[in-house]
């Protein structure tokens, strides 16, 4: 099973700045890793697939990036309604693994 | 416009089972993969199956030999059967495609307790 270790779990941020989250898997996806949005009481949101193509719809301040191991996703000039929680996910083999996830609060 | 809508989730006693499905509108789930996805109170995602559009099907282990996904494409509905459930089976279920078309529902929620 690949093992998607996200950090930090947890990022307090003040509006306009910028957020990084990692994602890092226990053996090489290739570019299957892709980053969800989820905000209370809603269903997670596709932000980026394979890795670093935006979805449709995302807002430009979404950007992924990475392959083999090692992910980021960025989140360009924070705003308010950025207020989740953010999983990797990969689908280069079964079974289908999440990270755990990052919950981004605003200030 | 694309909606995935669950429905089917309860509260069952430890033993017992129960079935979820999955409506579709403006897709077709018989042509394409779709998954299983839940997520427990306060906690992450967690696979749970998947039907590739073959037919083939795929299970998380903690579930094989329990869940049985199908589909019904008259209905262009998705089903998970859940039988034997467990108090650790207790989620919200979402119902979703791959990455390629990014849908998922509003989930339905399944309570294993006695």
């Known amino acids: 099973e690949i093992v998607l270790t996200q950090s930090p779990d947890f990022q307090s941020v003040t509006p306009k700045e910028k957020v990084t989250i990692t994602c890092r898997a226990s053996?090489?996806?290739?570019?299957?890793l892709h980053w969800y949005q989820q905000k209370p009481d809603q269903s997670p949101k596709l932000l980026i697939k394979d890795a670093s193509q935006p979805f449709s719809g995302v807002p430009s301040r979404f950007s992924g990036s990475g392959s083999g191991t090692d992910f980021t996703l960025s989140i360009n000039s924070l705003e308010a309604e950025d207020a989740a929680t953010y999983y990797c996910?990969?689908?280069?083999?079964?079974?289908?693994?999440f990270g755990g996830g990052t919950k981004v609060e605003i200030k | 416009e694309v909606h995935l809508v669950e429905s089917g989730g309860d509260l069952v006693q430890p033993g017992g089972s129960l079935r979820l499905s999955c409506a579709a509108s403006?897709?077709?789930?018989?042509?394409?993969?779709m998954r299983w996805v839940r997520q427990a109170q306060g906690k992450g995602l967690e696979w749970v199956s998947l039907?590739?559009?073959?037919?083939?099907?795929k299970y998380a282990d903690s579930v094989r030999g329990r869940f049985t996904i199908s589909r019904d494409s008259s209905k262009n509905t998705l089903y998970l059967q859940m039988n034997s459930l467990r108090p650790e089976d207790s989620a919200v279920y979402y119902c979703?495609?791959?990455?390629?078309?990014?849908?998922w529902g509003q989930g339905t929620l399944v309570t294993v307790s006695s």
């Open positions: 996910h990969q689908s280069s083999s079964l079974p289908l693994t």
């Open positions: 053996q090489s996806i290739g570019s299957k």
């Open positions: 979703s495609t791959d990455e390629t078309f990014g849908f």
């Open positions: 039907i590739y559009s073959g037919g083939s099907t």
């Open positions: 403006g897709f077709t789930v018989g042509n394409n993969y």
